[in-house]
């Protein structure tokens, strides 16, 4: 696909996710503007992602070290955040530059990311992943495991709990999503009632490519867009 058609079909996708983005925030009875669009950049070239941060793209988020590593340099200006799955022995090559990582799955992971970000003065906002279909195959807390971890993972210096995120199992429905992200919704709701030290129920990062109207309307102010974004990608790419 040329680059001309590729930034075409972004700008046309663009335009139809903001107007979906304000009709579900306006549903849910929201200020759109409080919803934060995150462009899943998974497999993007560097060009395409300029091209979108240019358009107004201001949340960009990687699911892998090694393809952030490469591409790190060459972003224009935007919030980088880190959405994928992320080993302890890779926490030293993320913690210094982004500004949230979504996919805190362990206190062992958590306890890493305090330890590198204490050694770089930093404090690193985190988001707790919660395994909301209760999914052998996915990592995340269990709901009932929840409050008691993040009990624990507060009390590291170094990171900061600014809310929890999830991957509900797939559907073939959007509307079939809508039990997942209710019950996040009440969890996240349940947890901000809490008042645990260190930790703040800020965001609730839940919803994709093809759900995340339904998310929003269920409480989600981040939604991680890739394919609907930029189209179908080749995920065998670096």
């Known amino acids: 696909m040329t680059e001309k ?4 079909n972004f700008d046309r996708n663009f335009a139809e996710i903001k107007e979906n983005i304000e009709k579900a925030a306006k549903k849910a009875w929201k200020n759109p503007n409080d919803i934060i669009l995150l462009a899943a950049t998974k497999t993007v070239d560097i060009e395409l992602i300029n091209y979108a941060i240019d358009s107004g793209i201001e949340y960009i ?3 892998r070290v090694q393809e952030f590593l490469s591409k790190k340099d060459g972003y ?6 880190f959405i994928g799955h992320l080993q302890t022995n890779k926490v030293k090559d993320i913690v210094p530059f982004v ?22 003065n930093k404090v690193t ?6 395994n909301i279909g209760d999914e052998e195959s996915k990592s995340g807390f269990k709901t009932e495991e929840l409050e008691e971890n993040l009990r624990e ?18 559907c073939e429905t959007p509307q079939q999503n809508i039990k997942y992200f209710s019950k996040m919704q009440k969890l996240f709701i349940d947890i901000a009632g809490k008042k645990i030290d260190n930790s703040s129920m800020d965001f609730l ?5 093809g759900d995340y109207a339904c998310a929003i309307e269920n409480g989600a102010n981040i939604v991680r867009i890739g394919t609907a974004l930029f189209g179908k990608r080749d995920y065998t790419k670096k």
Do not use: W
């Not at 906002?125 to 919660?130: A, G, S, W």
């Open 125 to 130: 906002d985190i988001l707790l992943e919660v």
């Open 5 to 8: 058609l590729l930034t075409e």
């Open 153 to 170: 993972i507060a009390k590291f210096e170094g990171i900061r709990v600014r809310g929890l995120m999830a991957i509900p199992p797939i």
């Open 205 to 209: 990062s839940m919803g994709m490519s």
């Open 61 to 63: 988020g990687e699911n």
């Open 99 to 120: 500004e949230l990582i979504h996919s805190v799955d362990s206190v062992h992971l958590a306890k890493e990311i305090s330890k590198v970000s204490l050694k770089l």
């Open 76 to 81: 224009a200006p935007c919030h980088r955040h």
